[in-house]
């Protein structure tokens, strides 16, 4: 019989994969982050950096970027040749193929040559994870791995749960394993990487490292919580807001930012967690309007999702379900019992299969110029012109506001929206990031060609 891992599939993480399809869904082919070498460049150094901090290399950002120029630089020799390593073993990833045990033992003899003598084999002897010193998980025993690991790749080979989801859940059953007697963690995150860029070819330049990094004491409670139940939810979870996040300011940057908001959205992920934050970590926003359930995703990565989520075979909504396309109510992967709706559009599937036949409902628009012209708007109506989600509207909003570019004056009913600085008005406060203000074509007609 096949393994199947232990794993039970929730609302929230159904409405997080529905999240990171969509904001999958809006990063531009022709932009920076799918075609910018520089930004790459920048991107793997980052990666790197987090993923070896994590394990307790102490080099910094700058000497990583000296190391990976190939200069000289002064530093603890074992630490220099992790980040040598590493360099290394990302550089494989458009050549490895992320179902074969071989390549995995490969990958990892990179990582950890000349650090270990079991580099590229599975270890002889039991081992643990620990946080500091606390014992957070102790590995399968070594004589099972090499039966335990056949059983993971297989599963990862024939299942039929969406990749996003299936990435998650391996790197769990990675890190329970621990096949190897070290360069588990980095060779983990490495594989992940490989998964999600076998997804989505751009996400092999994904900093999910250096988010996870920002939060490492949630990254071993989340693993220790998944432990503890014998099953990976609570580490999915984890896994799947960090990938959010990380991906959630390439994806705005590439539709309506600068190099500037760039790096104020690559600040929100914290600090959205701050005061006024609900229990989710989305920054409050002062929005006009009452609380309507958020919608499912308008892209093409999410539509994927969506049909994958509810069938199997994706061509559409099962009847089963209870529900079909054109119905006046609907079923959500976020279900909350309610119908899904933004400002009144209340059948999503309708949307979606509109959109997929080329009908297009929206049109993508700068969140700027639209409260401009629009004082009184709203952030459901936003979300429907820019063919996104609520949650991500918000997003966008949140992140003008603490830029200081948009204003909320007077109450939430009768105050107004005071546009101060327009998106074009505003220099890039990093050379290395040559952003600019995208052209605002539509989602579909983008993915499509």
Not at 23 to 34: H, I, K, N, S
Not at 262 to 280: C, K, P, Q, V, Y
Not at 383 to 406: F, I, N, P, Q, Y
Request: proline fraction near 4%; aromatic fraction near 8%; charged fraction near 25%.
């Amino acid at each position: 019989m096949t393994y199947q891992p232990p794993f039970e599939d929730n609302a929230k993480i159904d409405s997080l994969c529905m999240e990171i399809a969509e904001l999958v869904g809006m990063v531009r082919p022709q932009g920076d982050f799918a075609r910018s070498p520089k930004l790459h460049r920048k991107l793997r150094i980052k990666t790197i950096h987090s993923s070896l901090l994590i394990e307790g290399n102490s080099l910094d950002e700058l000497a990583v970027t000296a190391i990976i120029s190939g200069k000289r630089v002064l530093g603890n020799a074992k630490d220099i040749r992790e980040v040598e390593n590493a360099q290394r073993a990302y550089s494989l990833i458009p050549k490895l193929d992320p179902y074969s045990i071989d390549d995995l033992l490969k990958a990892h003899k990179v990582m950890m040559d000349g650090m270990i003598p079991e580099a590229g084999m599975f270890r002889s002897g039991n081992v643990g994870v620990f946080d500091g010193d606390v014992l957070v998980h102790a590995g399968t025993p070594a004589a099972y791995v090499p039966e335990v690991m056949a059983d993971i790749f297989g599963w990862l080979r024939s299942t039929k749960v969406h990749p996003l989801l299936a990435s998650c859940i391996f790197h769990f059953e990675f890190e329970f394993c621990h096949p190897f007697s070290d360069g588990n963690g980095r060779t983990g995150r490495l594989w992940h990487t490989l998964l999600l860029s076998k997804w989505r070819s751009v996400l092999a330049w994904l900093p999910v490292e250096s988010t996870i990094r920002e939060r490492q004491a949630g990254y071993y409670q989340a693993l220790a919580r998944s432990n503890a139940r014998g099953s990976s939810e609570a580490f999915v979870e984890f896994m799947l807001e960090a990938i959010r996040d990380a991906i959630l300011p390439f994806a705005l940057s590439d539709e309506i930012a600068t190099g500037d908001d760039l790096l104020i959205l690559g600040n929100l992920n914290d600090d959205s967690r701050g005061a006024g934050a609900d229990d989710e970590g989305n920054a409050a926003v002062d929005t006009g309007e009452e609380s309507t359930t958020s919608s499912v995703s308008v892209t093409k990565a999410s539509y994927e999702y969506f049909l994958h989520r509810f069938d199997g075979d994706g061509i559409g909504l099962r009847d089963g379900d209870g529900y079909r396309d054109g119905d006046s109510r609907e079923k959500s992967s976020c279900d909350t019992g309610a119908p899904a709706k933004i400002d009144g559009i209340s059948s999503q599937t309708a949307k979606l299969a509109a959109e997929m036949r080329g009908v297009n409902s929206s049109t993508v628009i700068d969140p700027l110029e639209y409260f401009k012209n629009n004082p009184k708007g709203t952030i459901g109506e936003l979300a429907v012109l820019m063919g996104c989600s609520k949650r991500t509207a918000e997003r966008v909003v949140a992140a003008l506001k603490d830029s200081g570019r948009l204003e909320r004056r007077g109450s939430a009913r009768g105050g107004a929206w005071v546009v101060t600085q327009l998106a074009n008005a505003t220099a890039p406060i990093e050379d290395e990031v040559d952003g600019s203000i995208a052209e605002h074509a539509d989602v579909f007609d983008e993915l499509s060609k």
